[in-house]
């Protein structure tokens, strides 16, 4: 979060300054900003559990159409020379901004550009826990009763190409992007006691980088409504899927008893196909 707060933090001022500056001839050309409201569906392949935890089957989906909602703010900047920036930035009702989504294009051909960027957009992984409470015969799978959750990131840099296609107030952008992203590395525990005795153990679980090359196709429709002296009011949809196989690898140690002589596991498990489809709609603003 932090990281994400300085980029933020660089970002607002940059464009609340940008705003000061008059967009004819100069440096800036053009400017927009956008809000708009989002969902996100998910979807994944749930493979059968082995051995040991694999913690890809326990990511948040549902059969539901949305399983998040989301509120964005964006903004898209046109420099001189064939140069464009785009911004968006999305949060859950926390409004911790939690999703990224920040590219540089480069005009070369009026219909045809190249981007470079960084992506990255959280989910939530719940109740991985239920994995020891369903095999561990002859143990009280976790002791703590609480509802287990925590949040990961998938995080990367992309590249890929940019269409844009504009008449009169209809404006279409495609963007093919395709990069490689990692989950967020995190630490679990889960503590047992056995059933009808008092022998206790600890797993501890430490998740290691998990490299993978992703596929992320853009679209964004706007159609100016109104023009406000030099500014214009429209509304925008915007749609994405991003897709991914990747696997998630640990460390697993385990102590029983006492902290002494613990036993450990590198862990690797199968890679798992998973798509995530977004559609979000909004108002923007050009100036």
């Known amino acids: 979060?932090?990281?994400?707060?300085?980029?933020?933090?660089?970002?607002?001022?940059?464009?609340?300054?940008?705003?000061?500056?008059?967009?004819?001839g100069r440096f800036i050309e053009k400017k927009e900003a956008s809000l708009w409201f989002g969902v996100r569906d998910i979807?994944?392949?749930?493979?059968?559990?082995?051995?040991n935890i694999d913690f890809l089957n326990y990511l948040h989906s549902s059969d539901e159409m949305a399983e998040y909602q989301y509120l964005g703010l964006s903004a898209h900047l046109w420099f001189r020379g064939n140069w464009e920036a785009d911004f968006k930035v999305?949060?859950?009702?926390?409004?911790?901004?939690?999703?990224l989504n920040l590219k540089?294009?480069?005009?070369?051909?009026?219909?045809?550009?190249?981007?470079?960027?960084?992506y990255s957009y959280p989910q939530l992984m719940n109740e991985f826990n239920m994995f020891h409470r369903l095999s561990d015969e002859g143990w009280y799978g976790d002791t703590d009763s609480n509802f287990r959750q925590r949040r990961v990131h998938e995080?990367?840099?992309?590249?890929?190409?940019?269409?844009?296609?504009?008449?009169?107030?209809?404006?279409?952008?495609?963007?093919?992007?395709?990069?490689?992203?990692?989950l967020s590395k995190f630490r679990e525990k889960v503590t047992q006691k056995m059933i009808n005795?008092?022998?206790?153990?600890e797993i501890r679980y430490s998740t290691k980088n998990s490299p993978a090359l992703f596929f992320f196709p853009e679209a964004e429709l706007g159609l100016d409504c109104f023009r406000i002296g030099s500014s214009t009011l429209g509304v925008r949809g915007h749609a994405s899927w991003f897709t991914v196989k990747r696997s998630v690898d640990y460390k697993m140690t385990i102590w029983e008893w006492t902290y002494d002589n613990p036993m450990q596991e590198d862990v690797a498990n199968p890679a798992h196909s998973f798509s995530k489809f977004e559609f979000d709609a909004g108002l923007y603003l050009t100036w």
Do not use: E
């Open 197 to 201: 005795g008092n022998m206790r153990r």
């Open 104 to 118: 540089a294009i480069w005009m070369p051909y009026k219909y045809l550009g190249l981007t470079a960027g960084f």
């Open 43 to 51: 979807t994944r392949d749930s493979l059968a559990n082995g051995a």
């Open 1 to 24: 979060m932090r990281r994400y707060a300085k980029i933020m933090m660089f970002l607002l001022p940059a464009v609340a300054v940008s705003s000061l500056l008059p967009a004819q």
């Open 90 to 99: 999305a949060m859950y009702d926390d409004f911790a901004p939690t999703s």
């Open 155 to 182: 995080t990367g840099i992309m590249a890929g190409v940019a269409v844009p296609v504009s008449y009169r107030f209809i404006h279409l952008n495609l963007c093919l992007n395709g990069g490689i992203s990692t």
